[in-house]
């Protein structure tokens, strides 16, 4: 992950490199808000072809299963999740994806579950995971407060009742989080707890603005 100093201060964006070129390009489209474009690379792709992006690098597997489950058939999706699944990772991305495929196919109860351990595995590392994170949550959430459509979806009260409490703790994330970032992008000074505060300029040291002020160690003996 880098900044990308070719643009001002005021409109910096993080630039995420995953090592799939194919993978990264599919992450700019999205940023660009380019989805047909993605769709079109999606479609280009074959079952080797995603082994071998998801077999390379963890962060290239996970971005690719986001694109696939957007558009590409269930069974390639389904190939990608179990892929996933091999590799020991414990990212939120994971358990959101297979939640949100358990949705898709119908599986309320396997989804809600899914989602509340999503939530209980940190912050995901994709805004799209962010993205589908909270708008799920607020579904059972509000399906909580309706008796009759929690039965009709033979949810039980107490899920939808952590479901909630999940949705108090990421919704106050989503709020500060930029959705047109591919990576988790949010505003703040303190990671966990999100807010509209800026660095102000007596933060910075006088090199151009471009280092934090150093602590009461300097390495190497320089100011």
């Given at each position: 992950m880098s900044l990308d100093d070719r643009r001002s201060a005021a409109a910096a964006r993080v630039t995420l490199t995953l090592g799939v070129g194919i993978v990264d390009e599919m992450v700019r489209l999205r940023t660009d808000s380019r989805l047909q474009d993605i769709v079109t690379v999606v479609a280009s792709l074959s079952r080797d072809d995603i082994d071998r992006y998801i077999a390379q690098h963890t962060g290239a597997a996970v971005a690719t299963t986001y694109a696939l489950l957007r558009t590409a058939p269930a069974s390639l999706v389904d190939a990608a999740?179990?892929?996933?699944?091999?590799?020991?990772?414990?990212?939120?991305?994971?358990?959101?994806?297979?939640?949100?495929?358990?949705a898709r196919d119908g599986r309320y109860a396997d989804a809600l579950l899914g989602f509340v351990a999503a939530a209980d595995r940190g912050l995901p590392m994709f805004s799209y995971g962010m993205n589908y994170l909270i708008d799920r949550?607020?579904?059972y959430a509000m399906t909580g407060?309706?008796?009759?459509?929690?039965?009709?979806?033979?949810?039980?009260?107490?899920?939808?009742?952590?479901?909630?409490?999940?949705?108090?703790?990421?919704?106050?994330?989503?709020?500060?989080?930029d959705f047109d970032e591919a990576v988790l992008t949010y505003t703040g000074l303190d990671p966990e707890a999100p807010d509209?505060?800026?660095?102000?300029?007596?933060?910075?040291?006088?090199?151009?603005?471009?280092?934090?002020?150093?602590?009461?160690?300097?390495?190497?003996?320089?100011?």
């Open positions: 999740i179990a892929a996933l699944d091999a590799r020991p990772v414990r990212f939120a991305d994971v358990a959101l994806i297979r939640a949100e495929r358990a949550l607020r579904f407060h309706s008796t009759a459509q929690g039965r009709a979806l033979n949810l039980p009260a107490s899920d939808l009742a952590t479901a909630s409490s999940a949705l108090e703790r990421y919704q106050r994330f989503a709020l500060f989080t509209n505060e800026t660095l102000a300029p007596s933060d910075f040291s006088t090199s151009d603005g471009m280092a934090l002020t150093p602590g009461e160690e300097t390495p190497h003996g320089t100011e």
